[in-house]
């Protein structure tokens, strides 16, 4: 789940991705994720994420658009 001022905003499902928008625009991440359930995830540095996502910036905004967020 994605809480920002202990408030539950949202609940990530399979293959749901956060924290894009610190590492791109390298500003303080707004939420906190909590899991719920046991789960893998991925973690990586912003140059690396820079360099494999960065040219996806505007799909990813699309994409969440399209989500309802």
């Known amino acids: 789940m ?3 001022n202990n408030a539950k905003i949202n609940h990530l499902f399979k293959a749901d991705y956060f924290g894009e928008q610190a590492l791109l625009k390298e500003e303080p ?10 789960c893998v ?3 990586v540095d912003r140059p690396t994420f820079v360099s494999i996502l ?4 505007s799909a990813m905004v699309t ?4 989500d309802g967020m």
């Open 63 to 66: 994409e969440k658009c399209s």
């Open 41 to 43: 995830v991925l973690c």
């Open 54 to 57: 960065g040219p996806l910036e």
């Open 2 to 4: 994605v809480m920002a």
């Open 29 to 38: 991440r707004k939420a906190t994720v909590r899991t719920v359930t046991s």
